[in-house]
């Protein structure tokens, strides 16, 4: 047999992160687990007034680097819509007996969330011009 001998990788062209542009609501889903925490809601109607209130278009090309904050704070948003609704949540979420247990559940998920968006803040501060002027220079 021959070796088959296949060329560097690094030769290949550059591509996009994402080969097929998803909108900002298909990213909301897809953070959401597909789940319907607002209810059969055929249009979405409720999921683009969360996004819209966080500044975002449901039909907008979603872009990760200047969109994730603002669609991780949506999901704060409908996290906080489903602790007043509890039952709701618990028709979708069918894992907790009671609902304090459910209550608990959603004020983790709040949490995670809050800990992802002060990631990124802390990644676009010391990625700023301000941080490298400061701290970049030799101490002697």
């Not at 999921?47 to 669609?71: P, V």
């Not at 969330?113 to 011009?129: F, H, P």
């Amino acid at each position: 047999m021959t070796e088959t001998h296949y060329p560097p990788l690094t030769n290949a062209p550059e591509q996009e992160a994402f080969q097929t542009p998803i909108t900002c609501l298909d990213r909301l889903h897809m953070e959401l687990g597909h789940k319907p925490y607002c209810g059969e809601d055929r249009n979405n109607r409720q999921y683009k007034i969360f996004l819209e209130e966080n500044g975002l278009y449901a039909d907008w090309k979603y872009n990760r680097d200047s969109m994730e904050k603002q669609l991780l704070k949506t999901v704060i948003s409908i996290m906080e819509m489903l602790a007043n609704n509890l039952d709701n949540y618990m028709k979708i979420e069918t894992n907790f007996l009671t609902q304090s247990a459910a209550l608990d559940s959603i004020h983790k998920r709040i949490a995670h969330l809050e800990s992802r968006i002060d990631k990124i803040k802390r990644e676009e501060e010391s990625n700023s011009d301000f941080t490298y002027m400061f701290y970049t220079r030799k101490r002697g």
